[in-house]
């Protein structure tokens, strides 16, 4: 017995994906973009700045990284301790070494609870991009609009009152969204948001409360990945970078600028037995002759300007 024909009719089917966001685009037939300074590879790198409750909620789900063992679980609550207290300071010395103005995705605890860590990134220069409340602040489909429209409003205020200036962008824990997610971001004020990874070159949303651009933020690419979830060396890591910013500045002479994502997790990168090949790392590139370290919103003012 066969199928009725309109069994198969789906009236949202579109190419690409089946929602009206954005439309299909092929990165090699777009215009070419260009970076300041005619660079062909816009640098991106991006710390998350992460508070663990010592609770994790499972509502909707728990943030990867969160506690484990039984409460009181000191063992995870202090691992992740490590990184405000001494691996975030390491990889920010790695990139002001070459100059390098990069984004730190901060919780709105961050904010509240260690002020003087983002005094210290105002200072430098760098960005501040929300990240959440804090790691029970998951979203997923689950979470009532509401909730998840004050989700993001408190973090932006906390982040805005310690810093003095409201982000631009936003990444939400383990890049997970509701179908709500972009347009209230829109909502919200936002510019940019880094959590659909199907592309390296920022590309535009149309929502019901107005535009919005995604910066996608290669999580193959992280040190949580690489290092943590695939078990491999930091060293492995770093020819993995250097073998993508090759890869990318060959297809940029042909082609247009490109971007290279590097989503760093202080607690694991700034370990003293990795951080010596990650500056290492990070001399490497910023030595490459068409690098360009950059923002979050260095790169999106550069690439709305060019589009």
Same mark, same amino acid.
């Given at each position: 017995?066969?199928?009725? +024909?309109?069994?198969?009719?789906? +009236?949202?089917?579109?190419?690409?994906?089946?929602?009206?966001?954005?439309?299909?685009?092929?990165? !090699?037939?777009?215009? +070419?973009?260009?970076?300041?300074?005619?660079?062909?590879?816009?640098?991106?790198?991006?710390?998350?700045?992460?508070?663990?409750?010592?609770?994790?909620?499972?509502?909707? !789900? =728990?943030?990867?990284?969160?506690?484990?063992?039984?409460?009181?679980?000191? =063992?995870?609550?202090?691992?992740?301790?490590?990184?405000?207290?001494?691996?975030? !300071?390491?990889?920010?010395? &790695? !990139?002001?070494?070459?100059?390098?103005?990069?984004?730190?995705?901060?919780?709105?605890?961050?904010?509240?609870?260690?002020?003087?860590? *983002?005094? #210290?990134?105002?200072?430098?220069?760098?960005?501040?991009?929300?990240?959440?409340? %804090?790691?029970?602040?998951?979203?997923?489909?689950?979470?009532?609009?509401? @909730? /998840? $429209?004050?989700? *993001? #409003?408190?973090?932006?205020?906390?982040? /805005?009152?310690?810093?003095?200036? =409201?982000? $631009?962008?936003?990444?939400?824990?383990?890049?997970?969204?509701?179908?709500?997610?972009?347009?209230?971001? &829109?909502?919200?004020?936002?510019?940019?948001?880094? %959590?659909?990874?199907? %592309?390296?070159? +920022?590309? #535009?949303?149309?929502?019901? #409360?107005?535009?919005?651009?995604?910066?996608?933020?290669?999580?193959?690419?992280?040190?949580?990945?690489?290092?943590?979830?695939?078990?491999?060396?930091?060293?492995?890591?770093?020819?993995?970078?250097?073998?993508?910013?090759?890869?990318?500045?060959? /297809?940029?002479?042909?082609?247009?600028?490109?971007?290279?994502?590097?989503?760093?997790?202080?607690?694991?990168?700034?370990?003293?037995? =990795?951080?010596?090949?990650?500056?290492?790392?990070?001399?490497?590139?910023?030595?490459?002759?068409?690098?360009?370290?950059?923002?979050?919103?260095?790169?999106? @003012?550069?690439?709305? &300007?060019?589009?």
């Amino acid at each position: 017995m066969s199928l009725d +024909p309109s069994y198969l009719e789906y +009236p949202h089917r579109r190419l690409g994906m089946d929602h009206k966001l954005y439309p299909y685009s092929n990165l !090699f037939q777009r215009p +070419p973009v260009q970076w300041p300074g005619e660079k062909s590879v816009a640098i991106w790198p991006v710390i998350c700045l992460e508070w663990f409750p010592m609770v994790p909620s499972d509502t909707p !789900f =728990r943030a990867p990284g969160h506690m484990q063992t039984a409460y009181p679980d000191y =063992r995870h609550y202090t691992a992740r301790e490590y990184g405000t207290r001494i691996g975030l !300071f390491r990889l920010l010395d &790695a !990139f002001e070494a070459v100059g390098a103005r990069i984004s730190v995705a901060c919780n709105g605890a961050i904010a509240d609870r260690y002020p003087a860590i *983002i005094e #210290a990134l105002v200072k430098g220069g760098h960005e501040i991009v929300a990240h959440s409340t %804090d790691m029970n602040g998951t979203i997923a489909s689950g979470l009532a609009e509401a @909730d /998840e $429209r004050a989700l *993001i #409003a408190a973090s932006l205020d906390a982040l /805005e009152k310690a810093s003095g200036t =409201r982000p $631009r962008g936003w990444l939400s824990i383990a890049r997970s969204q509701s179908f709500a997610t972009p347009h209230l971001l &829109a909502e919200a004020g936002l510019d940019y948001m880094c %959590d659909w990874v199907n %592309d390296e070159l +920022p590309y #535009a949303m149309t929502t019901e #409360a107005g535009g919005i651009v995604n910066m996608p933020l290669n999580h193959e690419l992280s040190d949580r990945q690489i290092i943590n979830v695939q078990q491999q060396s930091v060293d492995s890591y770093a020819t993995q970078m250097r073998d993508a910013y090759g890869w990318l500045a060959h /297809e940029a002479e042909a082609h247009s600028g490109r971007m290279l994502p590097m989503h760093l997790t202080p607690y694991i990168m700034g370990l003293p037995y =990795r951080i010596d090949a990650f500056e290492a790392l990070v001399r490497w590139l910023a030595e490459q002759p068409g690098a360009w370290f950059a923002t979050g919103s260095e790169i999106l @003012d550069s690439w709305s &300007a060019s589009t």
